[in-house]
């Protein structure tokens, strides 16, 4: 079987062509990030506009790379939440136009429940069950997931993801969009003890995330240091602010993992999302999983940011009977089971989804 997958919920229009297993025979990403970046973050309606012109062409490059054409496809998978709204009508329409001409099941997958899915498309074996941690630009949300249906929401952010926060640092440093790569290639010339910044909820039970006040505090140390050094920011001191940004952001990030594996007795820890690219947190992530003999599985870079080969979750989703209907619409925010009662195993969770 072939199906055909589509992504457009942000600013990246893709599409991967995979099979049953599911392996992936193409996997095509088109970036807008050169359309995006004088902006200095994601224009939706430009996102939108920008779908539209590379959407058949990229389903086109899909194709040709799998050596198929659109009749040989048996379903076609799109994600249709969560994401900016008009970018996700764009692959919307189009899924199910093409389910509807071609004749064949319409899937629908969840963009974060993908991130999660790519460590098991990418690692080619069981990783369920499992704590998945999903770090991108819009979500940072920690997950206990019984299999690849069944994710249930341990906590998340209640105000910016991480990857929000590292575009706003790098923003702050002057250092571009996007800001991920951005803040760790600088990070990798500084100290990241050079400056103490905040660690939101570090030592709090709960599983939610906070870095607002990270930022805040980014952006009065930066202004405190430029009014001391005649208005600018020497080399060394940008870089110093770099890691030690991002070693708050990493420690955060870290410790919940290790307490939401704690508190579902979980040995496994799947982790996706742009940030997960951050090589930083890829170590202590691989230190903390192993001191507590867990497994870890990061998938490689073009796993980690956003792509449509993740969405190969429709194949789960296929053998399980559960198909789209054709009325399916996009739904910007997330719409995820929240972990429901608090339990010895499970933690008591507040947050803006409560
Ligand atoms: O998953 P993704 O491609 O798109 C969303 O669904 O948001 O994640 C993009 C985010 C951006 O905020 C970007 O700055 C961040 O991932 N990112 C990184 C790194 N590479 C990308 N953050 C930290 N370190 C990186 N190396
Ligand atoms: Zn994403």
């Known amino acids: 079987m072939y199906f055909l997958a589509i992504e457009t919920s942000c600013d990246e229009t893709a599409a991967a062509i995979f099979d049953e297993r599911p392996a992936v025979l193409a996997s095509v990403v088109a970036s807008q990030t050169d359309l995006h970046a004088r902006f200095g973050g994601v224009v939706p309606e430009v996102a939108a506009r920008a779908h539209l012109q590379r959407l058949l062409p990229v389903v086109d490059e899909a194709l040709r790379q799998a050596k198929l054409s659109l009749r040989d496809l048996d379903a076609i998978a799109v994600m249709n939440t969560p994401g900016l709204v008009n970018a996700l009508l764009v692959g919307v329409s189009a899924a199910k136009t093409l389910a509807i001409t071609l004749d064949v099941p319409l899937l629908a997958v969840n963009h974060i429940e993908a991130h999660i899915y790519a460590c098991r498309l990418a690692a080619q074996t069981q990783v369920f069950p499992c704590v998945g941690l999903v770090v991108s630009g819009g979500h940072t949300s920690l997950f206990r997931c019984r299999g690849p249906l069944d994710f249930a929401l341990l906590g998340g952010t209640i105000d910016d993801a991480a990857g929000e926060a590292f575009d706003k640092a790098a923003a702050m440093l002057g250092l571009g969009f996007p800001g991920g790569p951005a803040v760790e290639r600088e990070a990798a010339r500084g100290n990241p003890q050079a400056f103490a910044l905040p660690r939101s909820f570090l030592r709090d039970s709960r599983l939610d995330f906070s870095f607002s006040g990270l930022k805040t505090a980014l952006l009065y140390l930066r202004r405190d240091l430029m009014a001391a050094n005649a208005g600018s920011l020497t080399p060394e001191i940008r870089a110093d602010l770099a890691a030690s940004f991002q070693e708050a952001v990493v420690d955060v990030l870290t410790a919940k993992c290790g307490r939401a594996l704690d508190v579902t007795g979980l040995d496994t820890l799947c982790v996706g999302g742009g940030v997960a690219a951050n090589g930083r947190l890829r170590a202590t992530l ?69």
């Open 286 to 354: 691989l230190a903390a999983t192993g001191e507590r003999g867990a497994r870890l599985y990061i998938p490689p870079l073009e796993y980690c940011t956003d792509n449509a080969a993740m969405a190969a979750l429709a194949v789960e989703k296929w053998k399980a009977g559960d198909w789209a209907s054709l009325d399916l619409d996009a739904e910007p925010t997330y719409l995820g089971r929240r972990a429901s009662t608090a339990s010895a195993n499970e933690p008591a969770v507040h947050s803006r989804f409560d």
